[in-house]
């Protein structure tokens, strides 16, 4: 699977949008971009995922540059409770289990 | 609601007993994973099952076992336990493996301490 690079840590006040950036710029054609958060000494939880095209669920937005290299994750209003560590992965479509790196510490600030 | 459920959420034991981490889930998944979470380390694959029968093992297999009776339970035994075994479990399934209904969901972990 590719690599991907976050920042370690990121602060966003209460009610904006949250951009939280991903590098994965080794990313192959046949490779999904999943983003997962962990609240603390809670078990990850899925947020979204995709291959090329942007996706929008009830709970962010992803944005993939057009050469793949790179991601955004959108949290349209950041509330307090968004406050937790994401990681983003790359991941073909048959690997078998996820590899977490170290994500970035997303703070939300009241 | 379908969910996935731990037990116990906390266990202490002590070197060399044999512990087993229980893992269920009521999504009807095929697939299931254990992973560990250290500090340091992130979450890394001990074992998982694409079915009923079906194991295999991931990136810290060593010391743990697991079986797959039926399509709702994948318990993780560590046979004897040791302090390297500290650490913090979890369980997750997955629908399928291609596309986009492989998406894995966790279980809420379980805290192992090994005295």
């Known amino acids: 699977d590719a690599k991907t690079t976050q920042p370690p840590s990121m602060d966003c006040a209460e009610g904006r949008a949250a951009n939280l950036p991903c590098n994965h710029s080794?990313?192959?054609?046949?490779?999904?971009v999943y983003w997962y958060r962990q609240i603390h000494s809670q078990g990850p939880q899925y947020i979204i995922h995709g291959l090329k095209n942007n996706e929008t669920n009830e709970m962010a937005s992803l944005i993939i540059t057009e050469d793949r290299k790179s991601s955004t994750l959108i949290l349209p209003h950041a509330t307090l409770r968004d406050t937790a560590v994401y990681y983003c992965?790359?991941?073909?479509?048959?690997?078998?289990?996820?590899?977490f790196g170290k994500g970035t510490h997303l703070i939300i600030q009241p | 609601d379908a969910e996935i459920t731990q037990s116990p959420r906390h266990k202490i034991t002590e070197t060399g007993r044999q512990v087993t981490l229980a893992c269920h889930q009521t999504?009807?998944?095929?697939?299931m994973f254990w992973y560990r979470q250290d500090l340091g380390h992130g979450l890394r694959l001990i074992h998982y099952s694409y079915g009923v029968q079906d194991t295999n093992k991931g990136e810290v297999s060593d010391g743990y076992s697991v079986s797959r009776s039926n399509t709702e339970d994948l318990p993780l035994t560590l046979e004897s336990a040791a302090s390297s075994q500290t650490s913090v479990y979890f369980c997750?399934?997955?629908?399928?493996?291609?596309?986009?209904?492989?998406?894995?969901?966790f279980g809420p972990g379980t805290r192992l301490t090994v005295l």
């Open positions: 992965i790359v991941r073909s479509r048959y690997a078998d289990g996820l590899t």
């Open positions: 999504w009807n998944h095929n697939n």
């Open positions: 997750a399934s997955s629908e399928t493996r291609t596309g986009s209904t492989d998406t894995q969901y």
């Open positions: 080794t990313i192959s054609g046949n490779e999904y």
